[in-house]
């Protein structure tokens, strides 16, 4: 079975400039959005897990990559989205969170990792092993240790591979991405006046340094699996600026791929960018567009919205007190956005709630928020929101309403908050 990226690949080979989204996330909302959208489309979905939010130990989320395909596949049974319309995939693998340990613990730790993921059933994997380690002389780490890295981890996703074969016959061959000349993930941490392009000659360096480091590894056809380069095409976000795709500024960068006809460029921390820059971006061979906090970001803002037509309707009482919710556990746990934002307390507050950045995204799914939540959707079901409020509060959806292609349920209404920023790589892929 040929893989759906692969697929892709051919039809752009044949001059077709289709691309795909690339969900990166473990919102459930999030993850439901993205599955409905792929069964009402009848498209294969691409969804990622990064190393920090899912790995060996647990991370971030609790879940080791077993467990994480595992709760992706249930959901999409249950929402009728066959497995070969499943794409998940494993984000950043190598020694990211370990990059305080020398190489051979750094390494061995992320052997297992992507051992784990494969063997899952994992399909694509960002090889990203441009991170230095402890025992890294000084400097910038030179090409060749970051593809000597790359192909060892290689080699251990394909041992996984064939020991899945043989329990699942059916199971699809991995595609791989290599490179990683991105921001750090989640956007960037302050503000920034511009942003470097790849430079073509970089480009062609990790590929002609991963190519050699397959062959000397023995294993020269390894570069067959490789499908995309991750590369900084000039797109990125920070708590409350945008930096939009540039055509001018990136052609040099993807004229080269004019030469290396068989792979195309993964664009990360393409959060935000208008309909016609993604569209740009995927005609320009940026074919893979990676979005993660932007559709937390449109489902908090959806839950903003919704507490905002509570506070009119529902009894004080009985209210859910979302946003209050939300604020207290990111007060009462500032590990994941203190270092991330910056200033005042009032500009901290008001990052904290509406930067796009999104760090609130850590919190969302924390029982006391999920609670918060579910009483939210309750009490909207049980005070209906007036089509005026809705208009008021959430004209979006509201137009959507009107129309009849979804309803006034406040949990439709939050996962149309999601869908919304989606819509916008639906259209510049197609």
Known sequence: MKHPLQEMMEQRRNGVKCGIPSYCTANEL???????????????????????????????????????????????????VPENHMILAGDHLGPLTWQDEPEAEAMAKSEELVYQYVRAGFTKIHLDTSMKLADDPEGMLVTETVARRGVQL?????????????????AMRPVFIIGSEVPIPGG???????????????????????????????VEDGWKDVIAV??????????DQVFLYDHEASKALCAKLKDYPEIAFEGHST????????????????????????????????????SMMEKELVPDEEQAYFIDTLEDVMLANPGNWKKHY????????????????????????????????????ENLREYEIPMNMLHQYMPL????????????????????G??????????ATA
């Open 30 to 80: 999030a993850l439901e959005a993205a599955l409905l959208r792929a069964k009402k489309l009848n498209k294969p979905v691409l969804i990622e897990a990064t190393a920090n939010q899912v790995n060996q130990f647990g991370g971030y989320t609790g879940m080791k990559p077993a467990d994480f395909y595992q709760k992706v596949q249930k959901m999409a049974e249950e929402i009728g």
């Open 397 to 416: 959806q509201y137009q959507k309403v009107l129309r009849g292609e979804i309803s006034k349920d406040p949990k439709e209404l939050a996962l149309d």
């Open 188 to 218: 960037a941490q302050e503000a920034e006046d511009s942003l470097e392009v790849t430079k073509p000659e970089a480009f062609e360096d990790t590929v002609n340094t991963y190519k050699r480091c397959f062959k000397e590894a023995g």
């Open 418 to 427: 999601i869908i919304e920023f989606m819509q916008d790589y639906e259209y």
């Open 342 to 377: 910056h200033g005042d307390e009032k500009q901290l507050e008001l990052a904290r709630r509406y930067s796009f950045s999104d760090r609130a995204r850590y919190y969302i799914g924390l029982p006391e928020v999920q609670l918060s939540i579910d009483r939210l959707f």
């Open 271 to 306: 959060d935000y960018q208008s309909p016609e820059c993604l569209k740009a971006m995927v005609e320009d061979g940026i074919v893979i567009l990676k979005v993660g906090p932007a559709l937390t970001y449109g489902l908090r803002e959806a839950l903003f919205s919704l």
């Open 230 to 239: 991750v590369v900084q095409p000039g797109v990125e976000f920070g708590d």
């Open 154 to 170: 290689y080699k251990v996703c394909m041992k996984a591979y064939e020991e899945l074969k043989k329990e699942k016959p059916e």
